[in-house]
């Protein structure tokens, strides 16, 4: 889904929001503020050594002294302009790129911890360009609001209380006058502007999303032969982009001419009262000169000015959509004295639990079991019965709708989340590894475990002697969502991982489903070996696979229909046993088959 912005975000508000980031850099800060405004000081300095300089060359004869000495404060004035602006920078460089760090990881932590239903719903690409904008956004909205407006504002004001003081007022009426009208003008057609980046953005957003949708789905675009289906998708979305920008630029072009415009007039202004008091003898040459370099110099950060203001407007949009994420309620969440969870055998009780993920679509009803500590129950049934909702329940990704779960007789809503999933581990059907090493991909079990520690969960997976047959050993990267490996290379991977993890709850959701018969027969025997001494849920879809489990449950419509051991549900010839018969006979033709090959 496109991430919907919160409510419009003005300045003031965003600036309350990062000023906690900021503040803990209050030292850095004033020490950028006090450079800045020796840059401003020093800037504002230059035209006026300058009018000095020129009324002295113009008396006949000019003692060489004095127009040496002005000189050189000329020129130090101009290098201590720079000199402060640069050593502001270097002052602040590390307060803008830890805030945008902090902020962003925030994002990244609270995106972490949302719901499952919130990532089953929204498109990756997009999530991932928003929060890529808004951390951009953000530095540059604190460096243009504190180290660029507010130091334009202090130059208006000098320039203007200087000109109050040396010259008549009209110097001063036409100046603010000029940068009224600049002012009002750039921001009303900035305003005007925003629709066409709105555009532009949301346009960039959904190429993105779309590009990185097809992308991650490379095989079945080519299963289909949709290449030219999924072009067409993704340059639907970049004409949008190809026409909000061309929008953008050209009405660009409209504000620059009226700025320039703006200056053009009020600059002509000033220099006709200049020169109409040069010619009356009320004022030098150099107050001429005077009165022409601070129009100019205040044209150039008012410029800077529109074009900040334009910029602070787009780092808005950008930091609504990742405020937006910010704002997305958690789902689940833990209560703030949550204790850890006590893990004394790993007992789990589901205890008439209600739960849908839709209210006019209930999932389960009334669903009631335990698992003794150290023992394996298995749940089977038809498709959408509920099975994986079981581990869904008990990971705590989603909150049950009525009822509760227990583990050692403490409700996991009553627990922290971090310490109930450190005592599951899971082995899923659809093993997704990190495009990284199979290394990295074991370790992720427990990322602080050693290296020794890592090949004795590998061996114990019947995986260590085929990783170090690799050119690269564990170092061999298994590609997005490890493609490059086959379906039992990365079953075997996925249980190295679960057994570093050494949980004290197993979860297999169909963990070998996918595979041919003889991998699954071997990767059964290694899930047996891991389940023994730990509690075991398996959610099974082939029922050959847990006819040793402690006790079965057969769930219908979210019901569980029939309980007991393979044997007793055998005897009952009920929904089990016509499940069992079923599949029997389904793999009867292929175990004749495979004897005829042999």
């Given at each position: 889904?496109?991430?919907?912005?919160?409510?419009?975000?003005?300045?003031?508000?965003?600036?309350r929001?990062?000023?906690?980031?900021?503040w803990?850099?209050?030292?850095r800060?004033?020490?950028?503020?006090?450079?800045?405004?020796?840059?401003?000081?020093?800037?504002?300095?230059v035209?006026l050594?300058?009018?000095?300089?020129?009324?002295?060359?113009?008396?006949?004869p000019?003692?060489?002294?004095?127009?040496?000495?002005?000189?050189?404060?000329?020129?130090?004035?101009?290098?201590?302009?720079?000199?402060?602006?640069e050593?502001?920078?270097?002052?602040?460089?590390?307060?803008?790129a830890?805030?945008?760090?902090?902020?962003?990881?925030?994002?990244?932590?609270?995106?972490?911890?949302?719901?499952?239903r919130?990532h089953?719903?929204?498109?990756?690409?997009?999530?991932?360009?928003?929060?890529?904008?808004?951390?951009?956004?953000?530095?540059?909205?604190l460096?243009?609001?504190?180290?660029t407006i507010?130091?334009?504002?202090l130059?208006?004001?000098?320039?203007?209380?200087?000109?109050?003081?040396?010259?008549?007022?009209?110097?001063?009426?036409?100046?603010?006058?000029?940068?009224?009208?600049?002012?009002?003008?750039?921001?009303?057609?900035?305003?005007?502007?925003?629709?066409?980046?709105?555009?532009?953005?949301?346009?960039?957003?959904e190429?993105?999303e779309?590009?990185v949708?097809?992308?991650?789905n490379?095989?079945?675009?080519?299963?289909?032969?949709?290449?030219?289906?999924?072009?067409?998708?993704?340059?639907?979305?970049?004409?949008?982009?190809?026409?909000?920008?061309?929008?953008s630029?050209k009405?660009?072009?409209?504000?620059?001419?009226?700025?320039?415009?703006?200056?053009?007039?009020g600059l002509?202004?000033?220099?006709?009262?200049?020169?109409?008091?040069?010619?009356?003898?009320t004022?030098?040459?150099?107050d001429?000169?005077l009165?022409?370099?601070?129009?100019l110099?205040l044209?150039?950060?008012l410029?800077?000015?529109?074009?900040?203001?334009?910029?602070?407007?787009?780092?808005?949009?950008?930091?609504?959509?990742?405020?937006?994420?910010?704002?997305?309620?958690?789902?689940?969440?833990?209560?703030?004295d949550?204790?850890?969870?006590?893990v004394r055998?790993?007992?789990?009780?589901?205890?008439?639990v209600?739960?849908a993920?839709?209210?006019?679509?209930?999932?389960?009803?009334?669903v009631?079991?335990?698992?003794?500590?150290?023992?394996?129950?298995?749940?089977?049934g038809?498709?959408?019965?509920?099975?994986?909702t079981?581990?869904r329940?008990?990971?705590?990704?989603y909150d049950?709708?009525?009822?509760?779960?227990?583990?050692?007789?403490?409700?996991?809503?009553?627990?922290?989340?971090?310490?109930?999933?450190?005592?599951?581990?899971i082995?899923?059907q659809?093993?997704v590894?990190?495009?990284?090493?199979?290394?990295?991909?074991?370790?992720?079990?427990?990322?602080?475990?050693?290296?020794?520690?890592?090949?004795?969960a590998?061996?114990?997976?019947?995986?260590?002697?085929?990783?170090?047959?690799?050119?690269q050993?564990?170092?061999?990267?298994?590609?997005?969502?490890g493609?490059?490996l086959?379906?039992?290379?990365?079953?075997?991977?996925?249980?190295?991982?679960?057994?570093?993890?050494?949980?004290?709850?197993?979860?297999?959701d169909?963990a070998?489903?996918?595979?041919?018969?003889?991998t699954?027969?071997?990767?059964?025997?290694?899930?047996?070996?891991?389940?023994?001494?730990r509690?075991?849920?398996?959610?099974?879809?082939?029922?050959?696979?847990i006819?040793?489990?402690?006790?079965?449950?057969?769930?219908?419509?979210?019901?569980v229909?029939?309980?007991?051991?393979?044997e007793?549900l055998?005897a009952?010839?009920g929904?089990?046993?016509?499940?069992?018969?079923?599949?029997q006979?389904e793999?009867?033709?292929?175990?004749?088959?495979?004897a005829v090959?042999?």
């Amino acid at each position: 889904m496109n991430t919907r912005p919160s409510a419009p975000t003005h300045t003031l508000s965003v600036l309350r929001r990062l000023w906690p980031e900021v503040w803990r850099y209050r030292r850095r800060v004033a020490a950028a503020l006090l450079l800045l405004v020796a840059a401003k000081l020093a800037n504002v300095g230059v035209p006026l050594v300058m009018k000095d300089l020129i009324d002295r060359l113009d008396l006949a004869p000019a003692p060489l002294l004095v127009p040496l000495g002005l000189l050189l404060a000329y020129g130090a004035l101009r290098l201590s302009t720079s000199l402060f602006q640069e050593l502001r920078q270097i002052v602040f460089a590390r307060v803008l790129a830890r805030t945008s760090r902090n902020i962003t990881l925030r994002v990244f932590e609270h995106l972490h911890s949302l719901s499952l239903r919130f990532h089953l719903d929204r498109r990756t690409g997009g999530v991932a360009r928003d929060v890529e904008r808004g951390m951009t956004a953000t530095s540059d909205l604190l460096d243009w609001t504190i180290y660029t407006i507010l130091p334009t504002l202090l130059e208006i004001a000098l320039v203007c209380g200087i000109l109050i003081a040396r010259f008549d007022w009209t110097f001063t009426a036409i100046t603010l006058a000029t940068l009224v009208a600049y002012i009002v003008f750039t921001f009303a057609v900035t305003e005007w502007r925003m629709r066409w980046y709105r555009a532009a953005n949301t346009a960039d957003t959904e190429a993105n999303e779309r590009a990185v949708d097809s992308l991650l789905n490379y095989e079945t675009v080519k299963y289909f032969g949709n290449e030219r289906h999924e072009f067409a998708r993704y340059d639907a979305s970049l004409i949008k982009l190809e026409e909000a920008t061309v929008r953008s630029l050209k009405t660009l072009a409209v504000l620059n001419v009226g700025q320039a415009g703006i200056v053009a007039v009020g600059l002509t202004l000033l220099l006709w009262r200049a020169a109409a008091g040069v010619v009356a003898g009320t004022m030098t040459l150099g107050d001429f000169v005077l009165v022409n370099a601070f129009l100019l110099q205040l044209s150039v950060p008012l410029n800077y000015l529109g074009m900040v203001y334009r910029q602070v407007k787009q780092a808005l949009i950008n930091i609504e959509r990742m405020f937006g994420l910010l704002a997305e309620a958690r789902e689940v969440e833990d209560a703030p004295d949550a204790p850890p969870l006590a893990v004394r055998g790993g007992e789990v009780r589901f205890e008439q639990v209600d739960f849908a993920y839709d209210a006019a679509r209930p999932i389960l009803r009334g669903v009631d079991f335990r698992i003794p500590a150290g023992h394996t129950l298995a749940v089977v049934g038809t498709t959408g019965a509920g099975k994986s909702t079981l581990a869904r329940l008990l990971f705590r990704f989603y909150d049950v709708g009525g009822g509760r779960i227990t583990i050692d007789g403490q409700d996991i809503r009553e627990v922290r989340q971090d310490s109930l999933r450190a005592a599951i581990g899971i082995v899923p059907q659809d093993t997704v590894l990190f495009n990284d090493t199979i290394y990295y991909n074991i370790a992720y079990g427990r990322p602080d475990a050693s290296r020794e520690e890592i090949f004795a969960a590998a061996r114990a997976a019947h995986v260590h002697a085929f990783i170090e047959s690799l050119p690269q050993g564990y170092e061999t990267t298994v590609g997005e969502r490890g493609l490059k490996l086959s379906g039992g290379e990365k079953q075997r991977v996925a249980i190295a991982r679960t057994l570093l993890k050494n949980p004290a709850i197993l979860v297999f959701d169909e963990a070998t489903s996918a595979l041919d018969t003889r991998t699954e027969k071997i990767i059964q025997g290694e899930l047996a070996e891991i389940a023994e001494h730990r509690t075991t849920l398996i959610i099974a879809h082939r029922l050959s696979t847990i006819v040793h489990a402690d006790q079965i449950l057969v769930l219908e419509h979210g019901r569980v229909v029939e309980r007991g051991t393979h044997e007793q549900l055998l005897a009952e010839r009920g929904r089990y046993a016509h499940l069992w018969n079923l599949q029997q006979r389904e793999q009867s033709p292929a175990v004749e088959e495979t004897a005829v090959q042999v």
